[in-house]
């Protein structure tokens, strides 16, 4: 099993992210395109519902399994390992067969009496074989994360994103002739395509890696013996019971991040829910409502959400590295990767921001055709920020055995967040800005909640000087790119906004060596040039 460094695995990651985000935005850009805004919002409000569901199956699991299988990594603990993944995959199938049974017997339910709009029903039918597959593939994901070898977990989401793009195009323009509500289901016929296509990917690294191992399986015995048993000595009861700490440690390490990210789900299950309801209530038809929350959900949000790509590697990274640290008491190591982590978020978010609020109308326009939209966009940029930062953050505290704080932190922000939208959204003067303003909130309350819950475990200290750097850089950026966009030098909008985004990075990215917040040691980690930048000995 290849062993990655934090950085090394969090660019693997990273590659595969940003690989992933680009081709992702094909059917971002094509659905709309085919079954229109109005279509997209059928096919996002079944999301919410499929989320939960997730969330309780795989919410806590595969990190508690990341986590606990780089402590036995770290103390060279093969057995345990081996009990580890066994017991989580146990739990999991479990978990989705139950969940699965439950959900088929609510779709009739959800659709007509929970949701606004009927036409997701059939949207609804397609996602139930999702929830055992990717049940056992999130298992398998926890098992290599914890092994520090990001590469399968690379892997199996870039051809997830490749065989759902063209399964979502395809079924959705060969379902579009029977309705909407056809063309969203054949939509998410696509990704269960996808998701088959990853656990298969997962399988076949596990499988290779079992035929590569030198260890042999644990044998009734050798548990006995790890228990401290002897063989013939010990009743089968016994040695099940000497067991059983097993799964209750997974449980114990599971809930409380599950119960973190369910405030986090079930937020969005009640704002698809209380949005759509409050819009109607502001005055809009269930069509518009339904289009209008597709446009948020389906097509502003995605675009927002491009650099996570690099914050989700960095936090997937952060969970085995902070966990290996922090059982070696490694305080010193605890600070550097969370500095690091932190840098590179706000650096390589940074100019998306100031791209997204310049730019919203041009972007919207030439990535969906639909310029009025870009509103949407620019009310949203800003927060951005705090984005980019809470996925390493949160990632922290659940390392650092503090899920439950993140639990708090994030009720706090769904109450919150769910309040505005009933007040806000339901108000005719604000519609859906009234939403994006609850939505902005939520997200830099519980960022800030966050932070300071990291602050105050590990008397980590938030760099505040590089926050003053990258804006100033981001303003220089701003004017500098504004400026080559009123230039008009190009005969079309697409290739006058390419050059001054171009222009404003490269000003960007001069600035950050200039001002120390990039230098040569950075660089040198980067895969291909890289090697350019290392010093020579």
Same mark, same amino acid.
């Given at each position: 099993?290849t062993?990655?460094?934090?950085?090394k695995?969090?660019?693997i990651?990273?590659?595969?992210?940003?690989?992933?985000?680009?081709l992702?935005?094909?059917?971002?850009?094509?659905l709309?395109r085919?079954?229109?805004?109005?279509?997209?919002g059928i096919?996002?409000? @079944?999301?919410?519902?499929?989320?939960?569901?997730?969330?309780?199956? &795989?919410?806590?699991?595969p990190?508690? @399994?990341?986590?606990w299988?780089?402590?036995?990594?770290?103390?060279g603990d093969?057995?345990r390992?081996?009990?580890?993944?066994?017991?989580?995959?146990g739990?999991?199938?479990?978990?989705?067969?139950l969940?699965?049974?439950?959900?088929?017997?609510?779709?009739?339910?959800?659709? %007509?009496?929970?949701?606004?709009?009927?036409?997701?029903?059939?949207t609804?039918?397609?996602?139930?074989?999702?929830?055992?597959?990717?049940?056992?593939?999130s298992?398998?994901?926890?098992?290599?994360q914890?092994?520090?070898?990001?590469?399968?977990?690379?892997?199996s989401? #870039?051809?997830?994103?490749? +065989?759902?793009?063209?399964?979502?195009?395809?079924?959705a323009k060969w379902?579009? $002739?029977?309705?909407?509500?056809?063309?969203?289901? =054949?939509?998410?016929? =696509?990704?269960?395509?996808g998701?088959?296509?990853?656990l298969?990917v997962?399988l076949?690294?596990?499988?290779?890696?079992?035929?590569n191992?030198?260890?042999?399986?644990?044998?009734?015995?050798?548990?006995?013996?790890?228990?401290? #048993?002897?063989?013939?000595?010990?009743?089968?009861?016994?040695?099940?019971f000497?067991r059983?700490p097993?799964?209750?440690?997974? +449980?114990?390490?599971?809930?409380p991040?599950?119960?973190?990210?369910? *405030?986090?789900?079930?937020? !969005?299950?009640?704002?698809?829910i209380?949005t759509?309801?409050?819009?109607?209530?502001?005055?809009?038809?269930?069509s518009?409502?339904? #289009?209008?929350?597709g446009?948020?959900? =389906?097509?502003? +949000?995605p675009?927002?959400?491009? $650099?996570?790509?690099? #914050?989700?590697?960095?936090? @997937?990274s952060l969970? $085995?590295?902070?966990?290996?640290?922090?059982?070696?008491?490694?305080?010193?190591?605890i600070?550097?990767?969370?500095?690091?982590s932190?840098?590179l978020?706000?650096v &390589?978010?940074?100019?998306?921001?100031?791209?997204m609020?310049?730019?919203?109308?041009p972007?919207?326009?030439? @990535? !969906?055709?639909?310029?009025?939209i870009?509103?949407m966009?620019?009310?949203?940029?800003?927060?951005?920020?705090?984005? !980019?930062?809470?996925?390493p953050?949160?990632?922290?505290?659940?390392a650092?055995?503090? $899920?439950? %704080?993140?639990?708090?932190? &994030?009720?706090?922000?769904a109450? /919150?967040?769910?309040?505005?939208?009933?007040?806000?959204?339901?108000?005719?003067?604000?519609?859906?800005?009234g939403?994006?303003?609850?939505?902005?909130?939520?997200?830099?309350l519980?960022?800030?909640?966050?932070?300071?819950?990291?602050?105050?475990?590990?008397?980590?200290?938030?760099?505040?000087?590089?926050?003053?750097?990258?804006?100033?850089a981001?303003?220089i950026?701003?004017?500098?790119?504004l400026?080559?966009?009123?230039?008009?030098a190009?005969?079309?909008?697409?290739?006058?906004?390419?050059l001054?985004c171009?222009?404003?990075?490269?000003?960007y990215l001069?600035?950050? *060596?200039?001002?120390?917040i990039?230098?040569?040691?950075? /660089?040198?980690?980067?895969?291909?040039?890289?090697?350019?930048?290392?010093?020579?000995h």
């Amino acid at each position: 099993m290849t062993k990655q460094t934090f950085i090394k695995g969090a660019l693997i990651l990273l590659a595969a992210g940003i690989l992933n985000r680009i081709l992702g935005f094909v059917p971002r850009i094509a659905l709309p395109r085919i079954m229109g805004a109005e279509g997209v919002g059928i096919y996002q409000l @079944v999301y919410p519902f499929l989320i939960v569901l997730l969330t309780i199956i &795989t919410g806590g699991i595969p990190l508690a @399994v990341a986590k606990w299988i780089a402590e036995a990594e770290s103390k060279g603990d093969s057995r345990r390992v081996k009990q580890i993944f066994r017991a989580a995959m146990g739990l999991t199938v479990m978990l989705s067969l139950l969940l699965t049974v439950l959900f088929v017997a609510l779709i009739p339910w959800i659709s %007509t009496s929970l949701m606004t709009d009927e036409r997701v029903y059939r949207t609804l039918q397609v996602t139930v074989p999702l929830l055992l597959i990717i049940g056992i593939g999130s298992v398998y994901r926890g098992y290599f994360q914890g092994m520090q070898n990001m590469i399968p977990t690379a892997a199996s989401q #870039t051809v997830e994103t490749m +065989i759902r793009i063209v399964g979502s195009l395809l079924f959705a323009k060969w379902l579009l $002739p029977y309705g909407l509500e056809w063309a969203a289901a =054949g939509a998410m016929l =696509g990704v269960v395509a996808g998701e088959i296509a990853a656990l298969l990917v997962l399988l076949s690294h596990y499988v290779q890696r079992r035929k590569n191992s030198s260890d042999t399986p644990i044998s009734q015995q050798e548990e006995q013996e790890e228990a401290g #048993t002897e063989t013939n000595q010990v009743p089968r009861n016994q040695v099940l019971f000497k067991r059983q700490p097993i799964l209750r440690r997974l +449980i114990g390490l599971s809930v409380p991040v599950t119960a973190s990210k369910l *405030i986090g789900s079930f937020s !969005y299950l009640f704002e698809s829910i209380l949005t759509t309801r409050a819009l109607v209530a502001a005055g809009l038809t269930i069509s518009a409502a339904t #289009t209008q929350y597709g446009a948020l959900q =389906g097509m502003i +949000i995605p675009i927002l959400l491009l $650099p996570t790509a690099l #914050t989700y590697s960095l936090a @997937v990274s952060l969970v $085995p590295s902070l966990s290996e640290a922090a059982a070696r008491g490694d305080r010193k190591m605890i600070h550097k990767r969370l500095h690091q982590s932190m840098r590179l978020s706000l650096v &390589t978010g940074a100019p998306f921001i100031v791209v997204m609020s310049l730019f919203a109308a041009p972007i919207c326009l030439i @990535v !969906y055709d639909q310029a009025d939209i870009g509103h949407m966009l620019q009310w949203m940029a800003p927060i951005g920020i705090f984005i !980019y930062l809470q996925a390493p953050l949160q990632a922290a505290l659940q390392a650092l055995d503090k $899920p439950g %704080t993140a639990l708090m932190n &994030t009720l706090i922000g769904a109450i /919150v967040k769910l309040i505005l939208i009933v007040q806000l959204a339901s108000d005719p003067a604000l519609g859906i800005k009234g939403a994006l303003i609850a939505i902005n909130v939520n997200t830099a309350l519980v960022t800030i909640l966050h932070g300071i819950s990291v602050m105050r475990f590990v008397g980590f200290r938030i760099q505040l000087l590089d926050f003053v750097k990258v804006g100033a850089a981001m303003t220089i950026m701003g004017g500098s790119a504004l400026w080559v966009m009123n230039q008009n030098a190009l005969p079309s909008l697409w290739h006058n906004l390419l050059l001054a985004c171009a222009a404003g990075i490269i000003i960007y990215l001069l600035l950050m *060596i200039k001002m120390g917040i990039i230098d040569r040691h950075d /660089v040198s980690r980067l895969p291909v040039i890289g090697r350019y930048f290392r010093t020579k000995h």
